[in-house]
């Protein structure tokens, strides 16, 4: 079982950047694949970004494709998702989520076991 702990969310103007962080608890964080969600308000949770538990593998969604990248510091117990040229279509509170599914590429919900309270992303336009 490991915890997260979201932060680095606010409010930012379009074409700004943000980078979040997602601090995981426990010894066992190298264990998991990683994910980044978000959900805007009135709609379903989608799939951001995932990355394998080396971090060397990375997958994304297209909508933010080139324009977030996932990382993880495994000595840190950290997962970050940089996110550059942001729209407003990017308001949403954004979720970090842990899987023990091996692999790199895990687009559904139903892959994590361990997810995190989420933080606010607002981007003006």
């Known amino acids: 079982q490991v915890q997260l702990a979201e932060s680095g969310g606010g409010l930012v103007q379009a074409g700004g950047s943000l980078r979040l962080s997602c601090a995981a608890s426990?010894?066992?964080?190298?264990?998991?694949?990683m994910g980044w969600f978000r959900q805007a308000p009135g709609k379903e949770r989608e799939f951001v970004s995932s990355?394998?538990?080396?971090?060397?593998?990375?997958y994304y969604a297209d909508s933010v494709k080139g324009r977030f990248t996932i990382s993880r510091d495994n000595a840190k117990n950290t997962v970050y998702l940089q996110m550059n040229s942001l729209k407003p279509e990017d308001t949403a509170v954004y979720y970090c989520a842990a899987s023990v599914v091996g692999g790199y590429a895990l687009p559904r919900a139903s892959a994590y076991q361990n997810w995190g309270q989420g933080t606010q992303v607002t981007v003006s336009s």
């Open positions: 426990g010894r066992t964080f190298s264990s998991y694949a």
């Open positions: 990355i394998s538990r080396s971090g060397s593998s990375t």
